[in-house]
């Protein structure tokens, strides 16, 4: 199976914009069920926590699902159950859902060299310009508001 970016299509809204890889899927037979072992690899697009810009990283994971052939279908255990009226085995959304469990919990671009500059700029002067305002005090208030204070 391949994921690209199509495969993210059926998924609305995932936060990750585009992946390439493959899953790997090796069968093997467990008793009246099957034991699969799936392996990822590949990379995904993310916005960048900091620039906001793409960000790839590289993705990888080993996963296992049972899937047990029984009367009623029941996709959301652990043990996969799989009635009669289901000949197909489709393992897209535990896929999707894997890519997710596996993205770092900090998603920036690894040195700041490689964030978006014109971001980076503009997030440093809205930072600067923040402490500005707390220091001046009144001087930093919008002439907007003067106008009001006058009509009072
Ligand atoms: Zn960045």
Do not use: Y
């Amino acid at each position: 199976m391949e994921v690209d970016a199509s495969f993210f299509d059926s998924f609305p809204f995932s936060e990750i914009s585009k992946a390439e890889g493959m899953v790997n899927v090796v069968l093997d037979k467990l008793g009246n069920g099957l034991d699969c072992h799936v392996n990822f690899q590949g990379l995904c697009q993310l916005p960048c926590d900091r620039c906001l810009s793409d960000l790839e990283l590289p993705l990888t994971f080993q996963e296992r699902l049972i899937v047990q052939l029984g009367g009623q279908t029941d996709l959301e255990n652990d043990i996969w159950t799989l009635g009669p009226e289901l000949h197909e085995l489709n393992l897209a959304q535990p896929v999707f859902e894997w890519i997710h469990l596996c993205l770092p919990f900090r998603r920036v671009h690894p040195d700041l060299e490689a964030c978006d500059p014109t971001m980076v700029d503009h997030l440093a002067q809205s930072s600067r310009k923040d402490e500005k305002g707390t220091d001046d005090g009144n001087d930093a208030i919008d002439p907007r508001w003067n106008a009001l204070k006058d009509l009072k």
